[in-house]
């Protein structure tokens, strides 16, 4: 599971509590504070819980930046990191620096819940439709971009790719990153989602994976459809493979929650999905949602089907978002009906 | 405060959390993840608060450790973190681990309370008697061990020690970080602890100040005894007051509790603190609880008196240590009286 559950000794509550902490990934100190709380509040939005009682950020100021570097970079990270936590009703009321050679940033996150504000990720049932809440591509964007600066490594995927292009990518997933997945969180329960979980280091598909692995039936997910920031899957593919994109395990950084519905639901969820995401500042791409696959009955294990169907996700702001690119209705792909 | 106290949506209860992580300091990998459980918990029992609802665990993994190493030395520490997590009647379900330049160990610890579970640290009036559960003098033990190999450093201070007390000194400082702080916060109930807090990278002074400055009457706390592991005193002393140790800044690692009890109360506090350590294989020094000083009217500062009484603290297990060391009586300091 996301989090760890403890059932209290008092009046049928449970803790319900996840950390998590790691390097910087982009250059903006204070987008990177953000992604990281958005980040750690993940794991609670994957169970369908909205809300968060505390945060404790956890923080290693690096011993190799000089000191105006660091009042310069580190206030900037806490900032983003509180914005994100305010974003997300909560608040940041203690944590830990310490001195390191590298830059952490990271935090916990914890809520006393009643029984009915989570979803235990174990209900899928043959019938469901997967729903996916960002688009993937966020290791091969932040990778590309750092390329720009990499004669050798810009000339294998300048034939694909356009520096304008990649930076626009880079944006986007940036943004991707630091989106908190709450909206997702609420809709779960609105449409009855059976299952989630968030997509991170492992990939869609090792995510995909052990979610199958926990579910109470006998059930396998089928993925058919990638939504992918536009792009990427040309720069993964002229650097033969290198990140496994369109396999399924590129890692993701705060990447979405991947959402088991009853199928009826699946349209409207992501239907809603859309026109909230637009008002937070988030419009087109990564405020969507995309129908990625079905559940079958099988053997608790996930699997993309062979070529699937890439859904080339454009920069938000960008001509081609200002068109309907989310897959609303499971019919868009004959493999769902 | 050492934890943040949240108040929750539910019933009157509040969320009490804290968080800890540092470089291992011993060359024992169980017993430094010992320290590091100990350490984190020390804040909830610096509250009275003698439960645990759940622990997560911090690591990082050097990145420099080849793999026998890391696969020797990591399982050992998580273990080490394990059973002190289980001393403490709680467990860790939960954490993360990365890669990093560094060791790190550490962890979160959260409980959900009622009110009366926890001691606010801030009830202290003039009259009090401040009592310590653990000697001082950690840092200069572990960094006195470190320099039996370092013969420049060594030549320092072989005039005021032998090789076997600064390896008894280590000793007995490791196992005194690796105690938990748990018998003394069900003690602050049982003898209506007016505030508390465990001591550590400030110092005795440096907690003992921040304790003052928390205080809801105009109080001032002054300490007339140190007890400081043997002979760290005189290594202080012979490399010039490095450490700042009788001048109480130097830094611990999972101190003992500085605690305010009403004066009728401390003595019994440190008896039963006595006995109830020879149990649990603590016998002698570190299961102690010594009557450091005393509560005075005032501006809600701290002072160490000029001149205070040193109490060597012989380690456990020596032939010292099967005397009574522990001042249990007020009347043993005529400044007390």
């Given at each position: 599971m996301d989090c760890c559950v403890i059932p209290l000794r008092h009046g049928g509550l449970s803790l319900v509590q996840t950390t998590d902490f790691f390097y910087p990934l982009v250059e903006d100190p204070y987008m990177m504070g953000r992604i990281a709380c958005a980040n750690v509040l993940s794991d609670l939005y994957a169970m369908g819980i909205t809300e968060c009682d505390n945060m404790l950020m956890l923080l290693s100021v690096s011993q190799k930046m000089n000191d105006k570097d660091r009042e310069k970079v580190m206030p900037l990270m806490i900032r983003g990191f509180r914005d994100a936590a305010e974003e997300g009703g909560t608040s940041v009321t203690g944590g830990q620096t310490v001195i390191n050679p590298w830059i952490i940033v990271g935090g916990v996150a914890s809520v006393v819940c009643q029984p009915n504000e989570f979803i235990m990720p174990d209900g899928a049932v043959p019938g469901d439709v997967l729903v996916l809440t960002k688009p993937l591509g966020t290791q091969v964007a932040v990778n590309a971009h750092q390329w720009l600066e990499q004669p050798e490594r810009w000339n294998k995927i300048k034939l694909v790719v356009t520096k304008e292009e990649v930076k626009e990518a880079y944006q986007e997933a940036m943004f991707s990153m630091a989106t908190l997945n709450r909206t997702a969180a609420g809709l779960m329960h609105k449409f009855q989602a059976h299952a989630a979980t968030d997509v991170t280091g492992f990939g869609l598909l090792g995510h995909a994976n052990n979610l199958a692995a926990q579910q109470r039936n006998e059930v396998a997910f089928v993925i058919h459809n990638l939504p992918i920031i536009a792009k990427m899957t040309a720069i993964s593919k002229a650097c033969g493979n290198l990140f496994n994109l369109v396999q399924g395990t590129s890692a993701e950084t705060s990447g979405g929650l991947l959402v088991c519905l009853p199928r009826e639901q699946a349209a409207k969820f992501c239907s809603e999905m859309k026109s909230q995401s637009s008002?937070?500042?988030?419009?087109?791409?990564?405020?969507g949602a995309w129908i990625i696959g079905i559940v079958e009955k099988g053997d608790r294990r996930a699997r993309i089907i062979d070529k699937p169907r890439i859904i080339e996700v454009p920069p938000r702001g960008s001509q081609a978002a200002n068109q309907d690119n989310s897959s609303t209705s499971p019919d868009q792909n004959p493999n769902l009906s």
């Open positions: 008002g937070a500042g988030g419009q087109g791409a990564s405020g």
